[in-house]
């Protein structure tokens, strides 16, 4: 598809330049060192304590040199979102005297205090302490703030008793599971591989509104979304801001965005408006999963910085306007060896299709068998809007894979029906196999796990998620089909002792295995939701639905066998789901009583005294009472929708009590998903009446039509 690739100039010369890469490590660290760290890192080895002492001298002067004053660990607790704290480079040792200081222990470990980050239980509250420790694999980088410049060292978080807390423990055991279930499917394919690499793109898309709008709006404020608004006249109708020009303003934000970003070691390459008015998307170039995770993150962090320079508002929920689509994140993932050969990409010969056969299966059984966890680890009360609603994707589960793919699985699964027909297939030696071409049209965009050629894109992320908990399961799941994969292919070789033979039979037993999650058509239409439900896919629309999967025995057990998560781990972060769930929606509910109390009643009564004024002037002039009408009118209805908003106020109120009542959690966030949500729209839909019919000029709140066209 087309893009607007802008020339990055001489951003190529910045590139990494705040960031301590390989390179930049090589120069500031003795030899020995840094053949030792390679040698660690590569070959996923914990770090000797020695050398670390020599990196953070290296690191240090480095981050000097660059003007940073302080360090922090940077990692990623259950929030979402990412944490620091920082410390200064320097020790106060007496009076006026400061030392440098910066040490190999403080490199690898630092003891931020635990206790008010989410542990859903993991972490008595008494045992505040919680550790943060480096991660050598993703490269530190400087911050720039306004008064000066910090050393990030991107960390992992663990609690006392060795739980993890954050998000990218779990991330690294998933990589190192799915790197060993994939060597060893490579082993029967003769490949010598040792290392095997996830990859991950991941393309952020994100709203823009101009900083005065947001500012008058307590619920962008506060909830990220607007809770009310009257749709535009003019919305995404037209379809004329998909890869439009970009508007000046913008233009010089993504500018200044691609720059630090580029200087951070991001590797950005895209940009461009995106469907809904003053949406827009950013893309980088895939890296290693890990690091792409921290990229995404640092990412996030640039836009919010920039835009905030630039008198603009970054909006990352999912949803924050109604009426026009809101924003995902689609996660591109794929595998490569050791060469660096993507096992997703389908090869020149017969025998290496074969292997990217094995290679798509394997996502394919994922999927088919464990969709419903994909779905839970994006289930966001902000991306409900998305998959729970008529918006893409939906909240079932299935791969588009396109015709040309079909085809081939068509092909091998019918010479199954013939036994002639199968012996042709493997006498002439795999040549009957069809060629595979990579489709490069990706027609579909309705799917919600795509294979786009050469890898396959998730697009039920939501925009503001870590990109780590949806990688989690996909590489969980992945290893465990190639499992199972490379489980049948061995047996079958017991058997009849040919590997091609024994390869193809699994292919083709595997084929009809996942054909119940391979859907190609329209993922919106109401078919599809029937065929689905026949096919027995889930269909989890709301996170309190999602969410219970994770504690089910199969997930506990699956988790605990590629020892990615422990049980008591599964279920914290059930626990902490559930609950920044509850608090979501019980944060929304607050602010919709106090806005249309506060702020869209007592505008409907200014209104309404000026249309009674009129109506007492009228009379004193002595007008027909025809002539009175119209104002009568507008008072009428005036006084019966506050009536309503005052009504659906109450309403609402009941609705949270007995949701509070609800000693359960799953209970409790299914009542709010019931009950406190559709009460929340009631009182909406009324507001947003007042607002299409009061006076413009004193709307307390910045419409759709100024926040979405105004910039
Ligand atoms: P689109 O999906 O919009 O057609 P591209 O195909 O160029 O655009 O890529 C989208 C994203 O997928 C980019 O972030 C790109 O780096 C990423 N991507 C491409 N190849 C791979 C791969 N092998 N593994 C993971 N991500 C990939
Ligand atoms: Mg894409």
């Not at 009472?625 to 609402?652: D, Q, T, W």
């Not at 949500?677 to 009631?682: Q, R, S």
């Not at 009446?689 to 413009?696: A, H, N, P, S, Y």
Request: charged letters at 25%; proline letters at 4%.
């Amino acid at each position: 598809p087309l893009k607007t690739i802008e020339a990055i100039g001489n951003l190529s010369e910045k590139f990494g330049t705040n960031a301590f890469g390989r390179e930049t490590m090589r120069r500031y660290v003795p030899k020995e060192v840094f053949e030792k760290y390679l040698a660690t890192v590569q070959a996923g080895e914990p770090l000797d304590p020695k050398i670390s002492g020599a990196i953070a001298n290296g690191m240090k002067e480095w981050a000097m040199e660059k003007g940073a004053t302080h360090f922090t660990h940077w990692f990623q607790p259950m929030t979402g979102l990412t944490a620091e704290k920082h410390d200064a480079f320097i020790d106060f040792i007496g009076e006026g005297e400061v030392l440098e200081r910066f040490s190999g222990k403080q490199l690898v470990q630092g003891e931020p205090d635990a206790s008010s980050f989410p542990s859903g239980g993991l972490r008595a509250t008494f045992e505040a302490r919680g550790y943060t420790i480096w991660d050598p694999t993703s490269p530190a980088f400087i911050m720039d703030g306004a008064n000066g410049k910090t050393l990030c060292i991107p960390s992992i978080f663990m609690s006392y008793s060795g739980h993890s807390l954050g998000q990218k423990e779990p991330l690294l055991k998933s990589l190192a599971a799915a790197e060993k279930s994939a060597l060893r499917v490579l082993k029967l394919f003769g490949n010598t591989s040792k290392r095997t690499k996830v990859t991950v793109g991941g393309e952020q898309e994100y709203f823009l509104i101009d900083l005065k709008f947001y500012n008058q709006r307590p619920d962008l404020i506060m909830a990220g979304r607007s809770l009310f608004g009257a749709s535009s006249p003019k919305g995404q109708q037209m379809e004329d801001h998909y890869f439009g020009s970009i508007k000046s303003r913008v233009l010089s934000f993504m500018q200044e965005v691609d720059e630090e970003l580029i200087k951070l070691g991001v590797p950005v390459k895209t940009r461009h408006n995106e469907v809904a008015p003053n949406q827009f998307e950013i893309a980088p170039i895939f890296e290693e999963a890990a690091v792409a995770t921290d990229h995404n993150q640092i990412t996030m962090e640039i836009l919010r910085k920039v835009a905030a320079k630039h008198s603009l508002a970054l909006l990352l929920h999912e949803k924050p306007f109604a009426g026009v689509n809101g924003s995902g994140k689609h996660n591109n993932w794929s595998m490569s060896d050791e060469f660096g050969n993507n096992l997703l990409e389908p090869g020149q010969t017969p025998e290496k299709n074969l292997q990217f056969l094995v290679f798509i299966l394997a996502c394919l059984r994922a999927l088919k068998n464990h969709g419903h966890l994909l779905r839970a680890s994006v289930a966001t009360a902000g991306n409900d809007h998305r998959l729970g609603a008529n918006e893409a994707p939906p909240a079932i589960m299935s791969a588009f894979i396109g015709e040309q793919l079909m085809d081939v699985f068509d092909h091998i699964e019918n010479e199954t029906s013939s036994s002639k027909a199968k012996n042709e297939l493997f006498d002439h030696g795999l040549s009957k196999l069809p060629e595979i071409k990579k489709d490069a049209t990706d027609r579909n965009r309705t799917s919600p796990f795509a294979f786009t050629g050469n890898k396959f894109e998730f697009r039920a992320v939501g925009s503001s998620a870590n990109l780590s908990t949806p990688n989690v399961v996909l590489n969980t799941i992945i290893a465990e089909s190639l499992d199972v994969i490379a489980d049948r292919i061995e047996a079958k070789m017991r058997a009849e002792g040919d590997f091609k033979k024994a390869a193809l039979a699994v292919i083709r037993e595997t084929i009809t295995e996942v054909r119940p999650v391979v859907f190609n058509g329209d993922n919106y239409s109401e078919e599809w939701h029937k065929e689905a439900e026949k096919r027995g896919l889930y269909n989890d629309r709301t996170t309190p639905s999602a969410l219970k999967h994770l504690v089910s025995k199969e997930t506990i057990a699956l988790f605990t066998k590629y020892a990615v998560l422990a049980e008591d781990e599964v279920k914290s972060r059930y626990h902490i789901n559930l609950e920044a769930y509850i608090k979501t929606i019980g944060i929304e509910a607050g602010l919709v009583k106090e806005i249309a109390q506060t702020m869209i009643v007592p505008a409907a009564f200014k209104y309404l005294n000026t249309v009674s004024g009129s109506v007492s002037t009228l009379t004193v002039a002595g007008l027909s009472k025809e002539a009175l009408e119209p104002s009568l009118e507008i008072a009428n209805e005036l006084l019966e929708l506050v009536s309503s908003v005052k009504k659906g106020c109450r309403e609402l109120d009941k609705a949270l009590e007995k949701a509070a009542k609800m000693h359960d959690e799953q209970a409790c966030a299914e009542e709010y998903c019931s009950k406190v949500i559709p009460a929340m729209l009631k009182v909406r839909a009324v507001a947003d009446k007042l607002e299409t019919i009061c006076d413009d000029s004193a709307w307390p709140l910045p419409k759709y039509r100024e926040m979405l066209f105004l910039i």
